[in-house]
């Protein structure tokens, strides 16, 4: 069985980066077709995609957020990384990681973490 967990702080101050951890248990990040992604869920918003990163390392943004995102991870550790850059309250969220089988969905998941809730406030 596969387990996410995400890690990071729940409180970021606008124009400071974010970052999150994704901790994967049960699977190693660098085996298999799987997209390693990183999806949010604004208040009264649908999930957005944000990007992802797969088992060769390779990666991939959604363009809407404007080259603010990256994705990087940590074999060693089984850890994948997202780090989002100038963020203003709009980005205020409640931030997942999750395996999927596609690249860009937020319904084709194998595995969601249980999600974590960012703040953007000065």
């Known amino acids: 069985q596969v387990q996410l967990q995400e890690s990071g702080p729940g409180l970021v101050k606008p124009s400071q980066t974010l970052s999150l951890t994704c901790t994967v248990s049960?699977?190693?990040?660098?085996?298999?077709?799987?997209?390693w992604s990183w999806i949010r869920q604004p208040p009264g918003k649908e999930l957005e995609w944000m990007g992802a990163?797969?088992?060769?390392?390779?990666?991939y943004y959604n363009p809407s957020l404007k080259g603010r995102t990256s994705i990087s991870r940590d074999t060693s550790k089984n850890q994948f990384t997202l780090q989002l850059s100038s963020v203003t309250p709009e980005d205020t969220a409640v931030y997942y990681c999750?395996?999927?089988?596609?690249?860009?969905?937020?319904?084709?998941?194998?595995?969601w973490g249980q999600g974590t809730q960012v703040t953007v406030s000065s």
């Open positions: 999750a395996r999927a089988l596609t690249l860009g969905t937020t319904t084709e998941i194998h595995y």
């Open positions: 990163i797969t088992y060769s390392g390779s990666t």
């Open positions: 049960g699977g190693s990040i660098t085996f298999g077709a799987y997209y």
